[in-house]
């Protein structure tokens, strides 16, 4: 991939906390567009990964170049304002404030409110919820809400850590078809545990294990591929 048809360029990141290190020089990289999806088994690293990407975590080792610039050693709120969007895997919403509060307070920074509308377009569920509080919505209304507030930083990368955990089944295809759009517009990091999913919204995947890449590939391939299992099953 060329400079400029990649939005992040990671090359080999360690990370952890303290002196436990989780991450062992782990290389990556997204395009402008599309998906890739991060897998494996609980544990391996895929939420140290987004957080050490956006900058929760400062990196032992390695670089993370995002949209041209090495960013590594950037503070999460020039990444965010570059355009790097995250939803955390919890505490992605305020639950005793209202869903039309949560909203704003994702607009802050930006002169531009009509965002909002956009992403109420987007989500119309969340249009009927706009004065109810976030902590009263269901599992899925509570994802979409996190992932609207993500959504009005104007992200360029947004990364999504199980955006269908505790969704029920009937709302997981809603959510993966506004992933699907989503990717016509941005590029998407996708860490799931629902694999079918992952690798029907994703064009390329990375499987992690134990803290490093154990295999990727284009996400058909890596769908029909024996290994899979292996680096999935408990
Ligand atoms: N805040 C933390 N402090 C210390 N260790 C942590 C912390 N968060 C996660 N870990 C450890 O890091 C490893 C990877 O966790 P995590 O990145 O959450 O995995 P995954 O998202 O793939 O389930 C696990 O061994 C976990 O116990
Ligand atoms: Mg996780």
């Known amino acids: 991939m060329s400079d400029t048809d990649t939005i992040l360029q990671v090359d ?5 906390y303290g002196r436990s290190r989780v991450l062992f020089d782990l290389s990556l990289a997204a395009g402008r567009r599309g998906a890739i999806a991060i897998l494996g088994r609980n544990g391996v690293g895929k939420s140290t990964l987004l957080k050490t990407l956006a900058g929760e975590i400062r990196p032992m080792s390695g670089t993370i170049r995002f ?3 090495e960013t590594q050693g950037e503070p999460t709120e020039r990444r965010a304002r570059r355009g790097l969007g995250y939803v ?3 505490h992605a919403v305020f639950g005793k404030m209202s869903v039309r509060e949560n909203l704003l307070l994702g607009a802050v920074g ?3 409110k009509s965002n909002i509308d956009y992403v109420l377009d987007f989500f119309p569920k969340l249009a009927q919820r706009l004065g109810q509080t976030a902590g009263t919505l269901s599992g899925g209304e509570r994802k979409m809400l ?3 507030r993500a959504l009005l930083g104007r992200p360029k990368l947004l990364m ?4 269908t955990e505790g969704v029920w089944i009937g709302v997981i295809s809603e959510i993966a078809d506004r992933l699907r759009d989503l990717t016509k517009e941005m590029a998407v990091i996708l860490v799931e545990q629902h ?3 992952a690798l029907d919204v994703a064009d390329y995947a990375y499987v992690m294990d134990r803290g490093q890449i154990a295999m990727q590939g284009a996400a058909d391939a890596v769908k029909s591929d024996p290994q899979l299992l ?3 099953s408990p």
Do not use: H, V
């Open 67 to 69: 949209d041209g610039i």
């Open 230 to 232: 292996k680096y999935l």
């Open 88 to 90: 955390p895997q919890d």
């Open 110 to 112: 930006q002169s531009d």
């Open 195 to 197: 694999i079918e999913l």
């Open 12 to 16: 080999k990141l360690s990370s952890g």
């Open 146 to 148: 996190a992932i609207s």
């Open 160 to 163: 999504l850590d199980e955006p």
